[in-house]
T-cell receptor, first 116, second 115 residues
Framework: NAGVTQTPKFRVLKTGQSMTLLCAQD?????MYWYRQDPGMGLRLIHY???????AKGEVPDGYNVSRLKKQNFLLGLESAAPSQTSVYFC???????????????FGPGTRLTVT | AQKVTQAQTEISVVEKEDVTLDCVYE???????LFWYKQPPSGELVFLIR????DEQNEISGRYSWNFQKSTSSFNFTITASQVVDSAVYFC????????????WGAGTKLIIKP
């Protein structure tokens, strides 16, 4: 039982390049989330998904796209990377049902992205 | 709009002192959850506690305790007899039923425990 995994752990991009971050969870959770964390700040929600085939915008969605083709995977794409997207990206998953873990978000280890 | 405020940006204490981290939240929902997470220097996010809006009982877990007061919209976290390993950034977060339980995060409090 790996929980939430993220690929890759580190990445350096040049401005204008594209990339996809992969998040996978093996807990059969319905909800999945992508956050970014900038230095000295809390996490900000980029996009989230409440089920396979659904996605929704969070607080800071601009410049990112997501897809949830399979329940266990949530992909975050950057089409044209900008230096302002340099950040640590965290994926999380949760379930709206069940106890006592209801609505508790389980986090991946993070991906450190630098855009030069 | 929902909001979480952690007014203490950084706290520094000497080992074995008690320390309280403050968290004040704003919400119009009657059903919500409050969380504390720990982020040690290694960077991962560690879940500490979840509280729902209908349960105002204080909770103690070892050296950690939490004081939830709806009257003041606060959910404070106390570490008793602090240890160097407690050094981390601590985040308070709020999720509401009406917003698909998205987590709204405070800015975090950096706790430094000096030996």
């Amino acid at each position: 039982n790996a929980g939430v995994t993220q690929t890759p752990k580190f990445r350096v991009l040049k401005t204008g390049q594209s990339m996809t971050l992969l998040c996978a969870q093996d807990m059969n959770h319905e909800y999945m989330y992508w956050y970014r964390q900038d230095p000295g700040m809390g996490l900000r929600l980029i996009h989230y998904s409440v089920g396979e085939g659904t996605t929704a915008k969070g607080e800071v969605p601009d410049g990112y796209n997501v897809s949830r083709l399979k329940k266990q995977n949530f992909l975050l794409g950057l089409e044209s990377a900008a230096p302002s997207q340099t950040s640590v990206y965290f994926c999380a998953s949760s379930s709206p049902t069940g106890s006592p873990q209801r609505n508790e978000q389980y986090f991946g280890p993070g991906t450190r992205l630098t855009v030069t | 709009a929902q909001k979480v405020t952690q007014a203490q940006t950084e706290i520094s204490v000497v080992e074995k002192e008690d320390v309280t981290l403050d968290c004040v939240y704003e919400t119009r929902d009657t059903t919500y959850y409050l969380f504390w997470y720990k982020q040690p220097p290694s960077g991962e996010l560690v879940f500490l506690i979840r509280r729902n809006s209908f349960d105002e009982q204080n909770e103690i877990s070892g050296r950690y305790s939490w004081n939830f007061q709806k009257s003041t919209s606060s959910f404070n976290f106390t570490i008793t007899a602090s240890q160097v390993v407690d050094s981390a950034v601590y985040f308070c977060a709020l999720s509401e039923m009406d917003s698909n339980y998205q987590l709204i995060w405070g800015a975090g409090t950096k706790l430094i425990i000096k030996p």
